[in-house]
């Protein structure tokens, strides 16, 4: 079974939170309809990601839903990916000390093995996802660094320790 690679937008693929454009990165407006966005990309994460196409099945988990395909993937060189659709936000009322995602990746999941790289985990999304999860990595993305080098290291290390990428790390056998 191929892990998934579950990616949230903002935070890991548009460091929000810097106070300059971080080296690597350009500024980019999207605009559609009467709506502007300005986000940060950086070509490497294109490359990086598609590289871990090898391994993985990418999917877009992030607020923008299918307009991370419409609007983003495409500037990053991405294909169109699977996109995680959420409930709507008033259903998403509560308290609740994780991420407002954690049950519908939970769901959405299912059994199969899984990356997700967003910049709003904390344990409490650790602690309910290690419940029902026996596969999995929960990588927490700096907002105002985007992911890096040692990021998508650590990706593939998983997927490597996991026996997922036994292939892609001996290219010469
Ligand atoms: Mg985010």
Redesign the pocket.
């Known amino acids: 079974m191929r892990p998934l690679l579950l990616l949230?937008f903002?935070?890991p693929l548009n460091p929000y939170r810097a106070r300059e454009i971080p080296a690597g990165y350009e500024r980019h407006e999207i605009v559609e309809g009467d709506k502007t966005w300005v986000v940060l990309l950086n070509q490497q994460h294109g490359v990086e990601l598609n590289a871990l196409a090898d391994v993985f099945d990418l999917v877009w988990a992030t607020s923008w839903e299918h307009g991370a395909n419409r609007l983003l993937g495409p500037r990053l060189g991405l294909p169109e990916l699977p996109v995680i659709v959420w409930p709507p936000r008033e259903s998403i009322a509560g308290v609740r000390r994780g991420s407002w995602k954690t049950p519908y990746v939970a769901e959405w999941v299912g059994d199969r093995p899984f990356v997700w790289v967003?910049?709003?985990l904390n344990r409490h999304d650790r602690f309910a996802l290690a419940k029902a999860h026996r596969s999995h990595l929960l990588h927490w993305v700096e907002a105002d660094r985007g992911l890096t080098a040692a990021d998508f290291a650590a990706i593939r290390d998983w997927a490597s320790r996991n026996s997922f990428a036994d292939k892609a790390f001996r290219p010469h056998d």
Do not use: L, T
């Open positions: 949230d903002d935070g967003d910049d709003e």
